[in-house]
């Protein structure tokens, strides 16, 4: 049974006063809910320090919400994953739908980013999902199974320990419309599956989280699936309240 581990991805948004608060409200979450699940928030990457500074001494983990897919150089307005490492974060998010979608990410630039990333002794988290369009058309799992592929061509067998699948739908990307229990449930067993073929048992240790509007109301039905080790939360992870209850519900369910 895995750890759950649930991160907080902020996207755009927080001031920095905001984020110092939220990460203050997320060791308090991680303190009461003790040993029984990883929390990790990945604040915008101006505020990594800051965040950093505040969660010094606890166990709540920081991340990057991106890295760019080069080691250093010309990449206006991306940071490097050694920039991410030195702030004293330890992992980071890679694909995120909306990158894909709306900053033309690809598959091959996500194998990339996973590169620089170990390279640089970072942890990551890499997406995949579908959109609704590629649902109706019947092709969720080889839409899914097509970007772990391609995305985790180059990935070495060595650093499954520090990989993090995210599933998220992108049709229940902040749209407050989730996957059922069960069609996350169907899409992961697809995923452990792969995961297994591609690396036998030592891909045991890789957590797969669901993503896409994850709530504290259905955090607990999400995190008890078979193979939903934990959650990548959006909108949810800030507002403190919310947050706090996610922790909770993933640190009941100790991992299904
Ligand atoms: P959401 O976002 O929880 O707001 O749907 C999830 C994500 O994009 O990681």
């Not at 749209?175 to 069609?183: K, L, N, S, V």
């Amino acid at each position: 049974m895995l750890k759950p581990f649930v991160c907080g991805n902020w996207k755009m948004n927080t001031t920095a006063a905001e984020a110092v608060a939220l990460a203050q409200a997320a060791v308090t979450a991680a303190q009461s809910a003790g040993d029984a699940v990883r929390v990790g928030v990945a604040p915008p990457a101006i505020w990594l320090t800051q965040v950093v500074e505040a969660c010094r001494g606890t166990a709540v983990e920081v991340w990057a919400q991106n890295i760019g897919f080069l080691e250093s150089g010309a990449l206006t307005g991306e940071i490097s994953a050694a920039m991410v490492r030195e702030s004293g974060a330890t992992g980071t998010i890679i694909g995120h739908s909306e990158r894909r979608s709306l900053m033309g990410l690809t598959d091959e630039q996500v194998d990339k980013a996973c590169q620089v990333a170990l390279a640089a002794g970072l942890e990551v988290i890499v997406c995949i999902g579908e959109t609704l369009q590629e649902r109706d058309a019947g092709r969720t799992s080889e839409v899914v199974l097509g970007q772990l592929r391609a995305g985790l061509a180059s990935y070495p067998s060595t650093a499954l320990h520090r990989l993090t699948l995210a599933y998220e739908p992108v049709w229940a990307i902040g749209t407050g419309r989730t996957a059922t229990p069960e069609q996350a449930a169907e899409v992961h067993g697809w995923i452990r599956s792969w995961l297994t073929e591609r690396w036998g048992a030592a891909a045991d240790c890789v957590v797969i989280q669901y993503g896409g509007s994850v709530k504290p109301a259905n955090a607990g039905d999400l995190l008890s699936q078979p193979e939903v080790d934990g959650a990548l939360v959006g909108g949810a992870s800030l507002d403190g309240a919310s947050w706090t209850g996610i922790v909770e519900a993933a640190a009941r369910t100790g991992g299904a």
